[in-house]
């Protein structure tokens, strides 16, 4: 079972504003919402490939109210701590004149220490090992800085296996002990190890903390270093609409991939792939998994 944290669950409203700039009046060309957060991503993305999903976190008000009922519609395990706050809404502004994103991120409801307590109940009721488990996405206030990696700590000892896609100190620390697999970015990576590093270096620093390093270049693709290979996996050429959450399909696809018994450079391949699909649409998800096989087979691979 491919399982996914999501502890700052959202609505995540997408506006479509041609040229648009910032301290000036628009009327959006379109206004859409979607279930988001990045766990609510990696999960649409894993049921869009065709695989079961379960998603654990904190859904609370009426935007929690609106992600469950899409989780129940498309079939996705949801299984949420009720939250006293109300779960975050976030705005995405695409310009299609520029190809640019601009993302606006709420902070999320303050989680009090019982519903801390319940969720950590919840997660170990909820995994079997050998499971996937996907951590993704900020925490929100409330929840201490050293969560993620008690919960890499943990499961690692009931054999589950588990991917960090977080940023900062919160994905330091889950570093520290060791996740099965982890997907930062280039920043996201720079700013935990000081300073700026070439990306043979950042993938091998990576890699010492971690089985399966993925290290995420945008457009360029990706970089995978796995049992001390390094190869740089290109991302197939399209036109870009709205790359936010790309990285949340790169971290299903492998995910998807390793379930389905791939080896790690070929999950690599379906991750790049899923990337790009996402990117090429305007609302959140991959689509159709025909076209993420037509983007995986133009996806090319060399060592590093």
């Known amino acids: 079972m491919i399982t996914v944290l999501s502890l700052n669950t959202a609505i995540d409203r997408v506006l479509t504003v041609p040229s648009f700039t910032a301290g000036n009046v628009y009327r959006a ?9 990045k766990g609510l991503n990696v999960a649409r993305a894993v049921r869009q490939l065709g695989e ?12 929690g109210e609106f992600v469950d009922a899409w989780c129940r519609k498309r079939n996705v395990d949801a299984r949420w701590i009720v939250t006293e706050g109300e779960s975050r809404t976030c705005v995405i502004v695409v310009d299609p004149t520029s190809a640019h994103q601009t993302v606006l991120n709420e902070p999320g409801p303050d989680i009090s220490s019982d519903e801390l307590d319940r969720l950590r109940r919840l997660v170990m009721e ?3 090992p050998d499971d996937l488990f996907a ?3 900020s925490p929100p206030p409330g929840v201490p800085g050293d969560f993620y990696a008690d919960v890499v700590q943990t499961l690692k000892q009931r054999g589950v296996r588990i991917l960090v896609d977080a940023a900062g100190d919160v994905l330091r620390l889950a570093l520290e002990v060791g996740p099965w697999a982890a997907t930062p970015n280039m920043n996201e990576l720079a700013a935990i190890i000081g300073r700026q590093v070439d990306e043979r270096e950042a993938a091998k620093w990576l890699g010492d903390h971690t089985r399966h390093a993925l290290l995420t270049l945008g457009r360029d693709g990706l970089i995978l270093e796995s049992i001390s290979q390094v190869w740089l996996v290109s991302a197939p050429v399209i036109e870009p609409v709205n790359a936010v959450g790309s990285g949340d399909a790169v971290v299903a ?3 998807v991939a390793t379930a389905r018994g791939a080896e790690p450079l070929e999950a690599a391949r379906l991750a790049a792939a899923c990337g790009a699909a996402n990117a090429e649409r305007l609302e959140p998800g991959i689509g159709d998994a025909a076209r993420v096989e037509e983007l995986k087979g133009s996806v090319k691979f060399r060592p590093l």
């Not at 060309?29 to 957060?37: C, E, I, K, N, V």
């Open 29 to 37: 060309r379109q206004a859409r919402r979607f279930a988001g957060g």
């Open 52 to 63: 079961p999903v379960r998603i654990l976190g904190f859904a609370g008000g009426m935007a």
């Open 253 to 255: 696809g492998f995910l």
């Open 126 to 128: 909820s995994v079997e």
């Open 135 to 137: 951590i993704s996405g």
